[in-house]
């Protein structure tokens, strides 16, 4: 027997508006907790999007300090020198960025120091010639960091490195004070205040048989000569094809029926940077590993490892004492000071005059040099260097680069004075100008020395050779019969123009002047870099430190 509910009960029963209650309460739960959720990331996203735009703002505030700092570079370019160090800084046109900017050490120093160039360029290396600075940008608590590294045309991108193309009035009797000027004004000079401004500082002509193979560099004018052949500057199909720069162009000599014929393979233009050497090469000394004084003759050896044999005076004793098999300076600079004050004032035009007094009066830092390595090194001087014998590394022997240096040593020579071609003689010019007044007798052999050294015949040099103050020339260069080819594979950089040669079948040198690719990555230690030119940023960077989190570091997540 089936129960039956009674009529209302089964009405109740059928009703559905509790079910239709439920189910509205369940979708307003699910609603409430979807837009508690949205709420909770649209926070986040707003907390991230405010935390990105702080750091993009503090990246540009970065890049305005660094385009400060270039806006100051290029209004004085000696402003790197004086190791600048900004403090943090409101940036102009902007309400809530800051910035501060750093000049960093270079060559392992922490800190840089002002017109100290070792603590602030870089001198070894692919970034030799390089200096950095770390632009630090604020806003909103958060910031970021850029290092930039700056730039300039160096002198071991370089050939041939010129900044006055006439010869160094500090080897005229008198001495000429009208000297530093570039063509076109020593031109105008010439015609007006200074009369005799281009006799008094006469070009050096380039001749027929000199080669400048690879890139060249001059503030000034070249002379050019025409005679018994062209001069030729650059090298033939070289890729990329190097730059030939002569800022003031190039000129006929006057003089022995000169044309004006240049030969150049590359790119010629008068529009190169302009190149100043430092004042002094004196910052080296506080960085030398071995540091000499005085007259010094030093040698060096190829070995496992190199050595030196090295002859100084003993100021003491007052003697020369040579030490044999001496060890190569740890950091690969070697420095020859003065001591007290150099008596000596050089002359290209004195016979063995100079050797001689250097002899007697031995307080001078003139280093005399020759031999062999294969290591690397600098050899600074606060006076003279002057090369007696050849200098070179491992060689390249087969065509059709026969005499490339090849490996990885390079050797660096800086003097403040001249560096120098030995080259005595036993009577010559009596300071004139008289290419007639010697001749092959005048040339001195070795076995007439009491030093065993004599003129060098086809001499071979491998080095980056910068003279701060004066010349690179060889002594007594218009005196005795020629010499033949003086090759060079490196870099010549030098504040005046110096005589090699007294020309064309006279006495002294035809010019091989060869670029040694190996210096765009293997530069001599601590080698000096020009003090003014135009700077320029070639990389920029942005160091992690910290968390690589939105909230913490200076490399957050973008």
């Known amino acids: 027997m089936r129960l039956k509910l009674p009529t209302p009960l089964r009405a109740l029963a059928s009703d559905e508006r509790g079910f239709t209650m439920f189910f ?5 739960l699910v609603s409430s907790l979807l837009a508690a959720a949205a709420f909770l990331a649209t926070n986040e996203d707003v907390a991230l999007t405010r935390s990105y735009g702080s750091q993009q703002k503090a990246y540009f505030a970065a890049l305005a300090g660094i385009d400060e700092y270039k806006f100051q570079l290029s209004a004085d370019p000696n402003y790197w020198l004086t190791c600048p160090t900004t403090a943090k800084a409101s940036v102009p046109g902007a309400t809530e960025e800051e910035d501060e900017v750093t000049t960093l050490g270079a060559n392992g120093h922490a800190l840089c120091t002002a017109n100290s160039q070792p603590t602030i360029i870089e001198t070894s290396g692919t970034a030799s010639g390089t200096f950095r600075i770390e632009s630090t940008g604020f806003s909103g608590g958060k910031q970021r960091s850029i290092v930039a590294t700056f730039t300039h045309p160096g002198f071991l991108n370089y050939a041939w490195v010129s900044n006055y193309e006439v010869e160094d009035p500090s080897t005229f009797t008198p001495e000429p004070a009208h000297c530093a000027h570039y063509y076109n004004e020593r031109v105008e000079l010439s015609k007006s205040t200074y009369p005799k401004e281009l006799t008094e ?10 080669e400048l193979l690879g890139p060249f ?10 005679y018994q052949g062209t001069p030729t500057f650059g090298r033939s199909g070289h890729k990329p094809p190097d730059r030939i720069e002569m800022n003031e162009g190039h000129y006929q000599d006057t003089a022995f029926g000169c044309g004006a014929g240049l030969e150049t393979f590359g790119e010629y233009t008068t529009k190169g940077a302009t190149l100043f050497p430092p004042a002094t090469d004196n910052e080296l000394l506080e960085t030398a590993d071995l540091q000499l004084k005085g007259r010094t003759v030093i040698e060096l050896v190829a070995g496992t490892p190199n050595t030196l044999n090295i002859t100084s005076y003993n100021f003491a004793t007052k003697k020369f004492v040579t030490k044999t098999k001496e060890p190569w300076p740890a950091n690969g600079v070697i420095y020859v000071a003065n001591e007290i004050e150099c008596p000596v004032k050089y002359s290209p035009f004195v016979y063995d005059q100079n050797y001689k007094e250097d002899e007697e009066k031995p307080n001078c830092g003139n ?7 294969t290591e690397q090194l600098t ?9 007696i014998g050849n200098l070179t590394t491992t060689h390249k022997e087969s065509e059709p680069e026969e005499g490339k240096p090849t490996e990885n040593a390079t050797l660096g020579l800086i003097a403040n004075g001249f560096v120098r071609i030995y080259h005595p003689v036993t009577t010559g010019t009596e300071n004139k100008r008289e290419p007639g007044k010697c001749n092959a007798t005048n040339q001195t052999a070795a076995t007439d020395l009491p030093r065993k050294w004599g003129s060098i015949e086809n001499p071979e040099i491998d080095a980056a050779i910068l003279s701060t103050d004066h010349s690179w020339i060889v002594d007594n260069f218009m005196c005795g019969a020629p010499l033949g080819t003086l090759t060079v594979w490196g870099v010549i950089a030098q504040d005046w ?4 040669t007294a020309g064309a079948g006279a006495g ?12 765009k990555t293997k530069q001599p230690p601590n080698f000096l870099s020009p003090t003014t030119t135009s700077w320029f940023v070639t990389r920029e960077t942005q160091p992690c430190e910290g968390p690589t989190t939105a909230e913490g570091g200076k490399c957050p997540i973008l």
């Open 497 to 500: 123009r110096g005589r090699v």
């Open 24 to 28: 509205a309460l369940m979708v307003m």
């Open 379 to 387: 050899i600074a001087a606060q006076n003279d260097i002057i090369i």
């Open 217 to 226: 560099h001059t503030n000034d004018a070249v002379d050019i000569c025409q």
């Open 367 to 373: 280093v005399y040099v020759k031999g062999k390595y």
């Open 201 to 210: 500082c006469p070009g050096i002509p380039f001749i027929g048989g000199d």
């Open 508 to 519: 002294g040198y035809f010019k091989s002047y060869n670029y040694d690719e190996r210096l």
